[in-house]
């Protein structure tokens, strides 16, 4: 499906991406902000889950305009993905669109 919304992601050499992929991303900010905390606590973490890596700076307005989607899942108050084919695809797409150089 991916594919489908991205056809230059076949153009890719697996393996010669894996060999590649530091020297890709070194000046990722992402590779930034991990090579400070969150590896190191985000081994206890389960996949999807806050790692604690990152400390909040207090929480006022956040928990005021946000919501903890993390808690609804975990008491089991979030719809199922089943069936949403079309709004995964289409965030798929808003997410590949964000990454993109224009």
């Known amino acids: 499906a991916l594919l489908a919304i991205a056809a230059p992601l076949e153009k890719i050499v697996l393996e010669q991406f894996n060999r590649d992929f530091n020297y ?57 993905v089943l069936g949403r084919d079309r709004e995964i695809s289409t965030m798929i797409d808003i997410l590949l669109r964000r990454r993109q150089n224009n």
């Open 24 to 80: 890709i991303t070194r000046n990722s900010p992402e590779v930034k902000e991990s090579e400070s905390t969150v590896f190191l606590s985000s081994q206890n973490a389960m996949p999807g889950e806050a790692s604690g890596a990152i400390k909040l700076q207090g929480s006022g307005s956040l928990a005021q305009y946000a919501t903890d989607l993390t808690a609804l899942a975990r008491e089991g108050k979030i719809d199922p």
